[in-house]
């Protein structure tokens, strides 16, 4: 059967070369029913119709191009391909392989069909032409919109503008089609017509002025001397006049009289349609032979595709509708309607067995309706049919049909339909014995009821009133409603996978990725290869999947591919194409979660873009423009059916039907081939020599002028093999030139007798953009920021009810799989107050976070509390300049209460607090002459295509961006904000050091080990935190190939760490292996360093500290980040150790009878308590002795330090006698420079205190140490620096085992305040900065930016020295950086630590008093534990031990209180400090440590280094870089 070639209207579709499907016989106007001679013509022949005239032009314009999905027998038959490709003519899904492939296609001329031979004299003139052009030098006026004002009904875009204004019934008073007794218009411009109503013909100044004129003329003839006669002419002018004007009066009422009843009559009468049944059943004794034809090969194709497997066959062998044709009984219209829509009522019957109707001649002749379908059981010779039979058909019921006009062919938009009623049917089904024997199934009692109701329950939802059934009349001539036609191709480039957790517990995880469309369990596309044994797959493979639009979304399944048994799913990545869409139909650097049951599994990291077909274009002046042609394209290929399989002894059948039951029967199938490849395999057409199909695959073709296609023809055997019955061959080229140029689409069959009937649709698709679409890879640079402040939640999920307690809660986000940001969880609280501020950069507007509560657990993993889905537009927009160039705006900042939902997108339980805003990276603009570069490379390409000869064309390379710099680079970037240069005289290049934050980017390349470790590496940028985590890699060569970020808030106190950890299940265990540190701003040095050397980033390799012979790659880059300032305070200045010195106090109030008081002070901070001094007896002016202590502080801009002053009582509560509160922001206290403050105290007195700042990142508990050290910042020429000039600067020191006050030094270094660091036997100076230090000193710290392979020197840094000047050079100014040692001990090192005691600590026995003991870990193991001490809340152990700190190894210092019990052992409290700190400095500790939870007491600890000496030489600050 041929395929319909449907119209389609010029602006939506593309224009396809479409072969006709219908034999040469039937398109002549002969017998539709009977194959074509066999044509004379040996090599078989396609043709396309391509320069034609513009008739036909503008008929291809019309013609049906399908919107994309997959075609049936892909989504059937390709699913089992062995390769698992899409469907596509290239035999490789490497990515660059096919880049090579489309951009050689590209380079090479458009190959066409020549066309048939036109008339040589044709003018230059006329060629050039455009196709339907009509050249007029002043436009027509065609048609009634020309003279009216009204719009024209099918202008839809104008009939909703007037529907605003007007309602439906002025609507349709406007376009009623009445007019006035004169035929004016309807809209009439007379003022005066407007308020009179005329009642005669023409305008009344018209009547009134023939009447005056005749009077007037009259009595001039008369006043002239004029006669009887005279007047009497101007009597019978006046006569004919009112004649005329009389006979059309009652001519228009009378018409308009006609119209008002007729029109109350549609709307009341129901109108007999007898006319056009007289028409139909004419008509139907003409076309009912080729419906029943149509419809037998239609079914036939069906049936042989869904035919089980238990039968032979199922065969629609008799089908007839009868010769009385269907009957319409009425018709009822409703004209107060829209003037664009048509609504009528149709009462329908097809009643064949009717006879009162038909005369005594047509019941002769009369045929019943028939339909038998044979279903064959058994196999091959043994085997029968069994006729099942329907007939005496009765239908009728009453529809109304609602028509929806528009401009465009075929002006019929859509068609709704639906029963007002209940329709009735009747019919008489006999599945056994046939017409004779047979039993009527419906005499079952209640059979025929059940199959009424379960009719009516079908189609009542779908089409009884009110529903409707709409029928897209225009989709369906323009095939966009045809869902199994490609109308594009979406090229997805599949990097790798990470991170792939497999979803069973039998063997090895080996992934390869399905693609799915719409959903994840509809049919396969196609697939990646298989990777063995691995959780992080490198794919680097680009598939092609034909789309039939972008409103469905594209499924990625990740499996794991088994061995013996089934494959396993791993979990699902999925992507809305919608967006697709709203990005230019490009996104690159995408990273799409892969979820199984709701929670991520891993992450897959791809490209994709898509490419529409071609379409044409409509000009204002109705000019089409036909679509532009390529060598890339969507092949939709056709096989229908073929005839005389059997020879000529084989049977020959009428109306073109499948013959059956002949003795050269044969079941034949058809095998379609593209470039050697199956792509299509119909089921088989048993027994029968005239086979029908109508199956077509469609195939994404990436070079054209390559393409062989080929059809097998077999015969389906059962105990032998197929044998193969005739073949056809044939390239594309050749195909589409024999056919425009014959017209021929019957091809005989090579190898065997008979011919095939098949056809082609080729869909151009230009490819721009594909070259530059690939290769971005998995890191994409940042757009902006995403600044998130998490104030809190309440009535959190209770995830620990069950043990009695709480969750304990902190919340983290997540992009993807990666954890880039998180909080420090709260103890028992299901109202937790946050207060965290993150930063965490983006690199699209798709890239949606994730904000995730969890409940932390020190053993088991953490628990999810509930989660949100935080859509990044709601704070970004997209922004395009008129170059095309885009970017990124802030939208108005977010602060909202939403619910929490579960993994799975349910309703959670509890309500997060957050605020959400958005600061956009620099955007420079992109140079003019750039963009001319590139638009004069695309230009030429084609050119120069266009002129090469048909010969092979060389390959053909991606194009490359051009890198001519611009002469005066822009002074503002997109957003607006000022671009800083560089100070020379070029000014070329942007001063990234200028900009205090901005993005840094980290590529980590590899790592090697002197041994095979497995790992992954993690960047931290000021965070407790990895900000970023790569897959874990197995070696000693780890190739992590892996690009993150972070957001750098301030350049002059932030630090880089790139830590290489093992791949541990523990995710709470920090310990490493090795890492790598420096400061962002010696990075971003050096990254301007390498721009102006104009060398190409390959990386630098950088030895590992805490690691013997291990070594790590790096490269970086920094994007700043515009219209920010960071609130001070978000300062990193401002988390750190405050250390306090109280050194007196004076003309305190006294509360002794004696006139004196009994003194100590009580500090806290933020309602903590920090200190307890001793007491001091019998005074108002006690001086301190050896007191101080250190307090860890996370923000000091939001907290005081408050000293509480009592009078010490023997008997009975102690008295508050005085107190005070000390600020000490950055106002007040500077960093790194000591400071003496005199606070007076209420009610009266005052107290002295010393007080020192050191800026640092605190550990996660609250211990008064650091896990990156500390944090100095850099020596600045501002006014503001941390260090002033000239200054004072009290040294601070601690004793071995006393606490010593030491005196104040003077300034050394430029500009710079130092501390003196008195260890021992007196006050120490800073001594050299960087160089001053002991022999570990010396070891390279800062050496950790060289080069890998050179060992670190060990050579010291220049001495600084006194200068009053307040400026120092960037040299000076990055060598006196501090460097953090994170977590590192020396292989050797010691510590001494001594348990001096405890207080105020929790009881926990009836009599309230406690059993109290310490036990000490250290990197994991138990390395001391103190004796009990009975009955006691203040106990004193003084026990000292020495634990050594190996290399490697955890360096936390964890301390736990414990009750003892005679059974079990109960805990109070824990605390816990880094003395990694203390290992680089050298700087003892002594002081009190809060115990967590709050409130459980304090114990005294001192910790320091056990050397030789017994004492370290390291300065207070470390080691500076």
């Known amino acids: 059967m041929s395929e319909p070639n449907g119209s389609v209207q010029q602006e939506q579709p593309p224009v396809p070369q479409r072969y006709s499907s219908l ?25 396309v119709t391509e320069e034609a005239s513009p008739a036909e032009k503008a008929a291809q314009a019309k013609e049906n191009i399908s919107s994309t999905g997959f075609s049936k027998a892909f989504e059937k038959g390709q699913q089992k391909h062995s390769k698992g490709r899409l469907v596509t003519d290239l035999e490789t899904s490497d990515a660059d392989a096919v880049l090579q492939a489309v951009a050689n296609a590209n380079a090479k001329p458009i190959a066409k069909p020549s066309s048939p031979s036109q008339d040589d004299n044709t003018s230059k003139k006329d060629e050039v032409k455009p196709p339907g052009a009509f050249v007029h030098k002043k436009p027509a006026q065609a048609g009634w919109t020309s003279f009216s004002k009204l719009p ?25 089609g009445s007019r006035n007794s004169n035929g004016s218009e309807v809209l009439s411009n007379d003022l005066l017509a407007q308020y009179l109503n005329e009642s005669y013909y023409g305008e009344w100044y018209h009547n009134a002025g023939v009447m005056l004129f005749s009077v007037v003329f009259t009595w001039l003839i008369t006043k002239l001397g004029g006669g009887l006669m005279a007047c009497l002419v101007v009597g019978a002018f006046l006569a004919t006049y009112y004649q005329t004007s009389v006979r059309r009066l009652r001519r228009n009422i009378r018409d308009d009289m006609e119209r008002e009843v007729m029109k109350n009559k549609l709307e009341t009468d129901i109108e007999s349609a007898d006319w056009i049944n007289h028409f139909v059943t004419r008509f139907w004794l003409i076309y009912e032979p080729v419906l029943s034809a149509q419809i037998i090969g239609i079914a036939d194709a069906i049936l042989i595709e869904n035919t089980p497997s238990f039968l032979d066959s199922i065969r629609l062998t008799s089908f007839t509708l009868g010769t009385k044709p269907f009957r319409i009984n009425g018709i009822k219209t409703y004209p107060k309607t829209e003037p664009n829509v048509v609504c009528m009522d149709w009462t329908v019957s097809f009643v064949p067995n009717d006879l009162l109707d038909i005369t005594q001649r047509e019941l002769q002749s009369k045929v019943n309706p028939k ?3 044979t279903i064959r059981v058994g196999k091959g010779f043994v085997g029968a049919g069994m006729p099942v039979l329907l007939e005496d058909l009765a239908f009728s019921g009453t529809m109304r049909l609602k028509f929806r006009l528009f401009n465009d062919f075929p002006h019929v938009k859509t068609v709704e339909a639906s029963f007002l009623e209940k329709p009735h049917f009747d019919y008489s089904l006999k599945p056994v014995g046939g017409e004779t024997f047979g039993f009527d199934i419906n005499n079952i009692p209640g059979l025929q009821t059940f199959v009424q109701e379960q009719v009516h329950a079908t189609l009542g939802p779908m089409m009884y009133a009110p529903n409707v059934y709409t029928l897209d009349v225009a989709g369906m001539m323009a095939g966009t409603t045809d869902l199994t036609a490609a109308n594009g191709v979406l090229a997805i480039t599949i990097y790798s996978a990470s991170n792939l957790k497999a979803g069973d517990l039998f063997g090895s995880l080996d992934p390869y990725i399905t693609f799915h469309i719409g ?16 959780n992080n797959p490198k794919w680097d493979e680009t598939h092609f999947v034909l789309l039939n639009n972008l409103n469905d979304a594209v499924y990625m399944q990740v499996m794991d591919r088994n061995s013996g048994r089934k494959d396993s799913a791993v979990g699902v990545a999925s992507f809305n194409l919608k967006d697709l869409e709203s990005s230019d139909n490009a996104l690159s650097g995408l990273n799409l979660s892969v979820q199984r049951a709701g929670k991520p599994v891993g992450e897959v990291k791809c490209d994709m873009q898509y490419f529409p077909v071609s379409k044409p274009e409509k000009q204002e002046d109705g000019t089409i423009i036909p679509p532009a042609e390529s060598n890339s394209g969507v092949l939709r ?40 490849q199956d792509r299509l395999k119909t089921k088989a057409f048993k027994r029968s020599v ?7 695959v469609e195939v994404f073709v990436a070079d054209k002028t390559k393409l062989d296609l080929g059809v097998n023809v077999l015969d389906s055997k059962e105990f032998t093999d197929d044998e193969i019955i005739g073949r056809w061959r044939m390239s594309m080229t050749n195909m589409e030139e024999e056919h425009i140029n014959k017209g021929v689409d019957w091809w005989n069959l090579k190898d065997g007798p008979g011919q095939i009937h098949i056809s082609a649709m080729w869909k151009p698709i230009v490819m721009t953009g594909f070259a ?5 890879g998995h890191y994409r640079p940042p757009i902006g920021v995403a600044r998130l402040q998490f104030f809190g939640a309440r009535d959190l999920k209770n995830v620990e009810a069950m043990t009695g307690g709480k969750s304990d809660p902190y919340i983290r986000v997540l992009s993807g799989m990666q954890i880039r940001a998180q909080c420090e969880h709260e103890n028992d609280n299901l109202d937790p107050d946050w207060n965290a501020i993150f930063y965490v950069p983006v690199h699209s507007l798709r890239e949606d976070l994730i904000f995730e509560v969890m409940d932390y657990n020190d053993i088991q993993k953490d628990k999810s509390l509930g989660l949100h889905d935080f859509i990044l537009q709601d704070i970004v927009k997209e922004l395009k300049t008129e170059d095309g160039q885009t970017y990124f705006e802030a939208l108005d900042p977010i602060d909202k209460w939403v619910d929490l939902t579960s993994s799975e997108r349910k309703k959670g339980k509890g309500k997060l607090h957050y605020s959400a805003s958005f600061i956009p990276a620099m955007e420079i603009p992109k140079p003019a002459e750039e963009k001319k570069e590139q638009e004069k490379q695309q230009s030429e390409q084609p050119k120069e295509s266009s002129d090469s000869s048909n010969a092979q064309a060389p390959p053909a390379t991606p194009p490359q961006e051009a890198e001519a710099a611009p002469e005066i680079p822009p002074e503002k970037d997109l957003h607006g904000a000022l671009i800083k240069y560089t100070s020379d005289e070029k000014k070329s290049m942007v001063d990234l050091l200028a900009y205090e934050s901005g993005v840094l980017s980290v590529s980590i390349h590899s790592a090697k080990f002197p041994e095979r470790i497995r790992g992954t590496a993690s960047i931290l940028v000021d965070s407790n935190d990895p900000q970023y985590r790569t897959a874990s890699i197995k070696g000693v060569d780890m190739p992590f190939n892996e690009t993150g970020d972070a957001f750098v808030k301030e350049m002059d106190f932030s630090k880089l760490i790139v830590r290489i950890q093992q791949d541990k299940d523990n995710e709470k265990d920090d310990s490493h292996i090795g890492y790598y540190t420096s400061s962002v701003r010696d990075i971003v040095r050096k990254i301007m360093e390498r721009k102006a050397s104009g060398k190409e980033d390959e990386g630098e390799t950088f030895k590992l500290l805490d690691s013997d012979l291990g070594t790590i790659r790096l490269s970086f880059d920094f994007v700043p980040v515009v219209n920010f300032k960071l609130d001070p305070r978000e300062s990193l200045e401002n988390q750190g150790n405050l250390t306090v010195t109280p050194l007196k106090a004076s003309s305190l109030t006294a509360a002794d009878r004696s006139g004196t008081s009994d003194p100590f002070v009580v500090f806290t901070i933020a309602g903590e308590k920090v200190h307890k001094t001793e007491t001091y007896k019998k005074t108002l002016n006690p001086v301190f002795k050896d007191e101080q202590f250190t307090a860890p502080v996370m923000n000091r801009t939001s907290v005081k330090l408050v000293a509480n002053i009592f009078d010490w009582d023997q008997i009975g509560k102690d008295t508050l006698i005085g107190e005070c509160e000390v600020p000490f922001t950055g106002e007040e206290l500077e960093s790194f420079a000591a400071k003496d403050f005199e606070v007076p105290v209420k009610p009266s007195g005052s107290i002295r205190l010393r007080m020192l700042w050191q800026p640092q990142l605190l550990a996660r508990k609250r211990t008064g140490t650091s896990l990156l050290g500390s944090t100095t910042k850099i020596f600045t020429a501002a006014p503001t620096a941390a260090f002033g000039v000239g200054k004072d600067v009290v040294g601070v020191g601690f004793g071995a085992g006393t606490k010593v006050i030491g005196t104040g030094g003077k300034v050394i270094g430029g500009g710079v305040s130092a501390i003196g660091n008195g260890i021992g036997n007196g006050i120490r100076g800073i001594g050299r900065l960087g160089g001053g230090g002991s022999k570990r000193d010396k070891s390279s710290d800062s050496d950790s930016t060289s080069s890998s392979n050179q060992v670190p020197s060990a050579a010291p840094t220049p001495v600084a020295t006194v200068s009053t000047t307040s400026t120092t050079t960037d040299r000076q100014r990055g060598s006196l950086e501090a460097s953090p040692r994170m977590s590192q001990g020396q292989g ?23 059993d109290p003991y310490a036990r000490v870990r250290l990197g994991g193991r138990v390395v001391h534990k103190t004796r009990h001490i009975k009955k006691t809340l203040q106990p004193e152990w003084n026990e000292t031990f020495v634990a050594k700190v190996s290399d490697g190894k955890s360096t936390l210092l964890d301390i736990k209180v414990k009750d003892k019990n005679t059974l079990n052992d109960v805990d109070i409290g824990d605390c816990a400090m880094d003395v990694a700190n203390l290992l680089q400095s050298g700087q003892p500790f002594d002081g009190w440590l809060a115990l967590e939870p709050k409130g459980t007491g304090e114990i005294h600890l001192r910790v320091e280094v056990a050397t030789e000496s017994g004492s370290s030489s390291r300065g207070l600050f470390g080691k500076i870089m």
């Open 371 to 373: 339909i038998v379908l």
């Open 637 to 676: 290929f056709t096989v229908h059916e073929c005839k005389g399989l059997g020879g000529d002894g084989a049977q020959r059948g009428g109306i073109g039907l499948p013959i059956i039951g002949g003795k050269d029967d044969i079941n034949a199938y058809a095998v379609v081939k593209v470039n050697g």
């Open 690 to 696: 005239n086979p029908r199909w109508d199956k077509f």
């Open 152 to 176: 024209n009904p099918g202008d839809e875009k104008a009939m909703e503008n007037l529907s605003k204004e007007f309602n439906t019934d002025a609507l349709v008073e406007m376009y009623k």
């Open 23 to 47: 034999p040469p016989q039937q398109r002549n106007g002969s017998n539709a029913s009977l194959p074509p001679k066999e044509p004379s013509v040996e090599t078989p022949a396609i043709a």
């Open 1388 to 1410: 050797g090192d010691a510590i001494s630590v001594t348990i001096v005691g405890a207080r105020n600590l929790k009881a926990m026995d009836r009599g309230n008093t406690s």
């Open 772 to 776: 530059e679409g690939l290769g971005h």
């Open 519 to 534: 959903n994840v369990h509809n049919a396969e596309m196609g697939r990646t290869t298989a990777h063995e044994d691995t």
